[in-house]
């Protein structure tokens, strides 16, 4: 099967820089992704990593090891409307995705 | 563009009850999907679809029935209702490339609570 840990909190203040681990066990790997969650509302695709390395979006970059099975979202000058929760999927299947529990960022002023 | 919609958007029912949920998008999307989301559980995946007529379970598919007939619609059957498929309903859509089923779009959710 398939089991993904990332942090359930984390917390920081606007303009700082935070990072949301996750790691991954997975039978196959077809790639990682990230979305953002404000208040139960939809998910909102972030980012995706197939190959290793660091990907950038604007503010956000995100960073996958295969060999580590692990990867992370780096959100840079942070502001209040980030809070949300992120959630790490991998894409186990060729057209699964399988997510995390979710990590829950409060950033404050 | 709409994108993904759901319908309802709240619904309570009776243990017992039957009941569709239903998805739309207009993106003209051959997957779909459908997750529920229950509190630190993340999103899990109940049943998905990669084309009009061609259905596949997930992870948790017991207690809901899907089809596919048309590659617009994709809803959501409750059987038998029961106190544990209280939950957050999400839909999502995607195309079928190699890099798109990473990107998925979310419809804006059903809260069902069954009593």
């Known amino acids: 099967g398939q089991s993904l840990e990332q942090p359930s909190e984390v917390t920081a203040v606007e303009g700082a820089i935070v990072q949301i681990n996750c790691t991954y066990q997975t039978s196959g790997f077809y790639g990682l992704s990230w979305y953002q969650q404000h208040d139960g509302g939809a998910p909102t695709f972030l980012s995706y990593?197939?190959?290793?390395g660091l990907e950038e979006t604007g503010r956000f970059s995100s960073f996958l090891s295969r060999s580590d099975s692990y990867g992370y979202l780096l959100l840079q000058e942070l502001q209040m409307k980030d809070s949300a929760s992120y959630f790490c999927a991998v894409r186990s299947g060729y057209s699964t995705l399988t997510f995390g529990k979710g990590t829950m960022l409060l950033v404050s002023p | 563009n709409a994108g993904v919609t759901q319908t309802p958007k709240f619904q309570v029912l009776k243990t017992g009850q039957s009941m569709t949920l239903q998805c739309a998008q207009d993106m003209n999307h051959e997957y779909m999907s459908w997750y529920r989301q229950d509190p630190g559980m993340g999103l899990r995946l109940i049943h998905y679809?990669?084309?009009?007529?061609?259905?596949d379970q997930g992870e948790v598919p017991n207690g809901y029935n899907v089809s596919r007939s048309t590659t617009e619609d994709f809803p959501l059957r409750l059987l038998s209702a029961a106190p544990s498929q209280t939950s957050v309903y999400f839909c999502?859509?995607?195309?079928?490339?190699?890099?798109?089923?990473?990107?998925?779009?979310f419809g804006p959710g059903t809260r069902l609570t069954v009593l």
């Open positions: 999502a859509s995607s195309s079928t490339s190699f890099f798109s089923y990473n990107e998925q779009f």
């Open positions: 679809s990669v084309g009009a007529g061609i259905t």
């Open positions: 990593n197939g190959l290793d």
